[in-house]
């Protein structure tokens, strides 16, 4: 009983929330990079306020992140010091391709994540990694539109051909986009591309899917030429969603925004459009443009593996019924009277993650793979300067339990599971710095002052823990 005794315990970052160093290693500006904090932020990563370049009235979190670029040894060394069995990172696009449309590589960032990948052999972690975490290079935003144009496809092709050949003896596990579904909530982060005054937004969004959607699944296809050892998974932000009431309209509301979410992965795991979303887009007027041989690539290549980020379950009540709302990842929802909630709002609900399981099991039935979850939060040090984060420790565990549950009771399989974040990094929704997820706490604070060193927090040693007894101690 219990985890299978090759279980993939691990953390999760991405490039852009945690390296910096976005001018060395002739490193390329990337969408992530442009993305402000504070007021602003949310015109800019909805692409409503155009951001290409930064300025100075801006401030750019990103550009130095936890300088993760100069202290991934060190970073690494702890992670390995908790016995993480992987670590799922991502790369920077603009580090291999600075623009995008290079022919060819540029040596000094395809050396960068070598060593990234050596120094986890080390430890015996695996890595996984996530071939586009919301970046994308500013070049190819300005001369194509981004994930607009089609012509992203053949970009992302080469970025992955690249990757696949050259760290085919370092990495087996992929997953192609992160959060496929922020496409709809925040294009200009989660995929490269602004809106134009008065167009119909539906539609671009549909279309940009549809490229990803394709590219995602000709990137299936060419690991599995380059490496048949190659498994390669999709990734959503999950949650399931709750009917407010047991009001007919509230429960159809609710599978709405299941079938919203649900519809990349029914694309990327069964391998075509599903029947609601045909429908849907044509009577509005929004189903993408496809070219010859489109159908055959989605179904020909469908994913190995599914992963899923979850914070957050949601609560839908149908239109114009007045709920008071709640934050949440990706996008409000009706507040649940029954649910406790984080320091900036998010629900926290461990059933429901044992809920999202069964539910994205019994649709896919293949394995599930947990690559986000964790509690952001404030951390204050005490007198003698250690993070006494119970809290957070309180978070994963009930967390954890549900996931135990779903494997030993309801029969999902699991792959593995990674936090977000093993250690504290930038905040991709706020840009902030002091919404902490680390079991590693690091000297940076909303302001940009500290020295960056890294300490472990009590929660370092708890899932030390938990990894080393695979799960039976919480
Ligand atoms: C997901 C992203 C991550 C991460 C996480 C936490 O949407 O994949 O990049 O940041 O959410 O969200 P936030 O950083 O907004 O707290």
Not at 144 to 168: A, E, N, P, Q
Request: hydrophobic share 35%; charged share 25%.
């Amino acid at each position: 009983m219990g985890f299978q005794k090759n279980f993939l315990w691990g953390g999760a970052t991405a490039a852009n929330q945690c390296e910096g160093g976005i001018f060395e290693g002739g490193r390329g500006l990337a969408n992530v990079d442009v993305c402000p904090a504070g007021a602003d932020r949310n015109a800019v990563i909805t692409g409503h306020r155009k951001m290409f370049e930064m300025d100075s009235e801006h401030v750019y979190p990103a550009a130095e992140a936890i300088d993760m670029y100069h202290h991934f040894r060190e970073d690494i060394r702890l992670f390995g010091e908790m016995g993480f069995k992987v670590y799922r990172m991502s790369i920077a696009w603009t580090r291999i391709f600075p623009n995008g449309d290079e022919s060819e590589p540029n040596e000094a960032g395809l050396a960068f994540y070598e060593e990234v990948f050596k120094e986890c052999r080390k430890y015996r972690i695996q890595p996984l990694v996530t071939i586009s975490h919301f970046d994308c290079p500013i070049y190819l935003i300005e001369k194509y539109g981004g994930w607009r144009s089609r012509k992203m496809i053949d970009f992302y092709l080469k970025l992955c051909r690249v990757l696949f050949t050259r760290y085919r003896d370092y990495v087996t596990h992929w997953l192609t986009f992160n959060e496929i579904n922020m496409i709809l909530h925040a294009p200009f982060m989660g995929a490269g591309f602004c809106f134009k005054e008065g167009e119909n937004e539906e539609q671009v969004k549909y279309q940009a899917a549809h490229h990803e959607l394709v590219a995602s699944a000709l990137a299936t296809r060419l690991a599995h030429e380059i490496n048949p050892d190659n498994k390669v998974g999709c990734m959503f932000a999950a949650g399931s969603a709750y009917p407010y009431t047991c009001r007919p309209e509230d429960v159809w509301e609710a599978l709405l925004t299941d079938q919203e979410n649900y519809f990349f992965v029914d694309i990327q795991s069964r391998g075509y459009y599903p029947a609601y979303a045909v429908k849907r887009l044509q009577k509005k007027g929004v189903f993408p443009v496809m070219e010859t041989g489109d159908k055959e690539i989605l179904r020909q290549n469908p994913v190995d593996f599914i992963s899923f980020s979850y914070y957050n379950s949601r609560c839908i009540a149908a239109p114009g019924s007045g709920q008071e709302e709640a934050e949440g990842n990706l996008f409000k929802s009706a507040k649940n009277p029954y649910l406790k909630f984080s320091e900036w709002g998010w629900p926290i609900d461990p059933l429901g993650l044992r809920i999202t399981l069964n539910e994205v099991y019994d649709r896919y039935q293949k394995p599930l793979f947990i690559v986000e979850n964790g509690l952001g939060a404030i951390d204050t040090p005490d007198e003698n300067g250690v993070i006494n984060d119970d809290y957070r420790i309180d978070y994963l565990r009930e967390h954890i339990r549900a996931m135990k549950a779903a494997v030993e009771e309801d029969g999902v399989e699991l792959m593995g599971y990674t936090s977000w974040a093993p250690i504290d990094l930038i905040s991709a929704g706020s840009g902030e710095m002091k919404k902490r997820y680390g079991f590693i706490y690091v000297d940076k604070q909303e302001d940009g002052s500290g020295t960056l060193a890294r300490s472990r927090k009590k929660s370092f040693t708890w899932y030390q823990r938990v990894i080393a007894t695979n799960g039976e101690e919480l």
